[in-house]
């Protein structure tokens, strides 16, 4: 699995300056220079990252903000018992995790209920992802049903999957 940040720090604000989507900051590149920009990394080398968002700038006040957050105890806990769940699962297919998932074994697993499906039809038609960016929404969306230890894929799961796809829109 390859990260983003390893293969472009920049690359999600879409041009060289890095305010592209920026609220508080203008950009200052022309569309020749953003397309050229986002040109520098291939579609089908896009595909082959399993989650690709655009982080905002940070405001002072949410970084110094004391509400409290879920300890990372919890979140610690959460992750243990998801990775226990694909262990599990995937025992008789000598693979450890979801994103090693292939085609035959994403069919297998990744059982969607109905507006999961519909969310995902929707999805694959409006954004005209690649047959590689639906299984990898379907694995990312796989481990957010086992962080939140559920069996089927739910629509949120599928919504909150094609949210970290923010290069294929």
């Not at 690709?52 to 879920?70: C, G, R, V």
């Amino acid at each position: 699995m390859l990260s983003l940040l390893g293969v472009c720090g920049k690359i999600g604000y879409g041009c060289p300056c890095g305010y592209y989507t920026d609220p508080k900051k203008s950009c200052k590149c022309g569309t020749n220079k953003i397309q050229q920009y986002m040109g520098k990394i291939s579609g089908p080398l896009l595909d082959r990252i399993d989650i690709h968002i655009e982080l905002p700038t940070i405001k002072y006040k949410e970084l110094t903000d004391t509400k409290d957050a879920e300890p990372s105890s919890a979140i610690k806990l959460r992750v243990e018992n998801a990775r226990a769940r694909q262990r599990k699962r995937f025992l008789q297919d000598k693979i450890f995790h979801n994103a090693s998932m292939n085609s035959k074994l994403i069919k297998k697993y990744c059982v969607l209920e109905e507006e999961a499906q519909k969310l995902l039809k929707m999805a694959m038609t409006e954004l005209g992802l690649s047959a590689r960016g639906y299984d990898k929404i379907l694995k990312v969306s796989r481990t957010i049903a086992d962080l939140s230890s559920s069996e089927l894929i739910m629509a949120n799961h599928i919504s909150e999957a094609i949210q970290y796809r923010s290069l294929d829109k």
